[in-house]
């Protein structure tokens, strides 16, 4: 499906998880609905708490419920400046201007909050050891298996493990909004900025002590909700490292 012509003309998604990532459910509008085959539809919300497929994380999943519908989110998935959500009909049908209530599977969510400011840590983690900024090339922070992929890495893993957990603590998490002048003042510990896309305004996550880092998703409130950073291991990739994490 070319999602490009599934959003074409429709204004752009409201994503409410990037103002409050704890949404679990909320009301929403069906603005486009397009069928697949059988009871598999591409659908547009005028606004979302589902996270898409995108800056490493992964997609929620959850339903959406009303008149009659109940319609099962298998994945969100982003373009341009839309959310389009993928999914199943398992009684009655979506249609365009129906009211919904959208809710995302929370477990699965939490531990992909969770893991993602875990990623953040760790980042700081690796150059606190390393003595310089390290560069990450990709990342994926959810289930079965999360991961960030580093530049360099010649760390031992039992201290890394040990650093990233001791500086873990009980840190507020900040987001703010900033402009590209006021960019440089706001981040720090963040690493390859050339990488970013030129935009007007900024989504900068900073947990309080760690780093302050452009990044579009969900976090948690607080360090202490992940608890504890496990390091799994690490496996050589093209260019660089990947470090395989969990939290317990
Ligand atoms: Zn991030």
Redo the contacts with the bound molecule.
């Keep these: 499906m070319d999602l490009k012509k599934v959003v074409e003309g429709l204004p752009e998604t409201e994503e409410l998880f990037l103002q409050d990532s704890y949404l679990r459910e909320a009301d929403a509008r069906i603005v486009k609905a397009v069928r697949e085959k059988g009871k598999r539809y591409y659908l547009v919300l005028d606004k979302t708490i589902f996270h898409p497929l995108a800056?490493?994380?992964p997609t929620d999943k959850g339903l959406l419920e009303g008149d009659g519908l109940k319609f099962e989110v298998k994945k969100a998935l982003k373009t341009g400046k839309h959310v389009v959500l993928y999914g199943k009909a398992v009684e009655g049908l979506p249609s365009e201007s129906m009211e919904v209530t959208q809710r995302i599977d929370w477990e699965r969510r939490y531990l992909i909050m969770r893991l993602?400011t875990a990623?953040?840590v760790l980042d700081r983690a690796v150059s606190e050891l390393i003595g310089q900024q390290v560069h990450t090339l990709g990342?994926f922070?959810g289930p079965p298996d999360a991961y960030v992929e580093y530049d360099v890495l010649n760390v031992n893993l039992k201290e890394l493990e040990r650093m990233a957990n001791e500086i873990l603590d009980d840190r507020e998490v900040v987001i703010r909004y900033v402009s590209w002048r006021e960019l440089d003042k706001v981040i720090y510990g963040a690493p390859n900025l050339g990488r970013l896309p030129p935009a007007e305004v900024y989504r900068v996550?900073d947990i309080r002590g760690i780093n302050a880092?452009p990044?579009t998703?969900t976090h948690v409130r607080r360090t202490s909700e992940i608890r504890r950073i496990r390091v799994r291991e690490v496996e050589r990739v093209e260019g660089g490292y990947r470090l395989h994490y969990w939290v317990d």
């Design positions: 800056g490493g994380q993602h990623g953040h990342a922070h996550v880092i990044c998703g």
